[in-house]
């Protein structure tokens, strides 16, 4: 079973108490009035979908409950890095020693 | 495990009586000195009976026998800060599971591996797929508190597990 580090409990847990919720760092429009129809679409529902490290927000419902954000390598499923929720998205070419 | 007969490797299981308990959230537990708030998630503290496990960086549950309920809400009301104290007794019950096999019956549903639990602590995790409260009461005695409504499923669950453990499955 894949297992996850949870940064407020600070353990490796298993994947079941977990919950996945989406893509991380998508800050709400300040104005969302001011956003043209296309601006309104790319937030809700454009994401990055990336081939290599996604930047994504997890829950541990089943434990603490808080959220958190994650880096994850989508081709081999890798958890690099877990980090607490508010903290800035930590830069590529560290986690994984390759320029992008 | 080591060769055991099939009734030594055996779990009982008891529902305990029913207890006090409150979900209290709160964002800064010194502003609640009466309680003895453990800080760190899955940590857990005991005084006079009441037992206080920390479920999240905000949240416990606070457990205490009837006979403390009226100090136990003493406590509560002595905070005076904004905050979230529900009581939720009725909400779960409460199993004892007791004997040498425990690790291996509750690893039938909890993908925990509690066998890395320490004595006295707890945590809130799943039991095939039901939210629970695991706390570890000592080295071969576990609590498991459910939800009432998921309770049958996962004593269901326990009582085939124990049948399988004492035919030495």
């Known amino acids: 079973m894949l297992l996850i580090h949870c940064p407020y409990c600070e353990q490796d847990l298993p994947e079941l108490e977990f919950a996945y919720a989406g893509e991380a760092h998508i800050a709400r429009p300040a104005d969302p009035s001011k956003l043209t129809d296309e601006e309104w679409r790319d937030f809700l529902f454009i994401r990055t979908n990336p081939r290599g490290v996604h930047f994504e927000r997890w829950r541990h419902i089943n434990g603490c409950a808080r959220f958190f954000n994650a880096a994850r390598e989508t081709v081999s499923d890798r958890f690099l890095l877990t980090y607490k929720a508010g903290e800035p998205r930590p830069d590529v070419a560290k986690l994984t020693g390759v320029a992008q | 495990m080591n060769a055991m007969s099939p009734l030594a490797a055996g779990v009982t299981i008891t529902e305990l009586a029913p207890t006090v308990r409150i979900a209290l959230r709160l964002a800064d537990i010194s502003t609640a000195p009466g309680l003895a708030l453990p800080v760190k998630v899955g940590e857990r503290s005991a005084e006079g009976g009441r037992t206080v496990l920390c479920l999240g960086p905000d949240e416990w549950l606070i457990e205490a026998p009837e006979a403390g309920r009226d100090a136990l809400f003493a406590a509560l009301g002595a905070i005076s800060v904004p905050h979230s104290a529900v009581e939720v007794s009725d909400r779960e019950i409460t199993l004892e599971l007791e004997g040498p096999a425990v690790l291996t019956l509750l690893a039938s549903g909890c993908p925990r591996d509690l066998a890395r639990m320490p004595t006295g602590s707890g945590a809130r ?39 399988e453990l004492a035919a030495g499955l």
């Open chain 2, 125 to 163: 995790t799943v039991f095939d797929s039901a939210q629970v409260v695991v706390t570890r009461e000592a080295e071969d005695r576990f609590h498991l508190t459910i939800w009432r409504s998921f309770a049958p499923h996962v004593r269901a669950i326990l009582d085939l597990a124990t049948r």
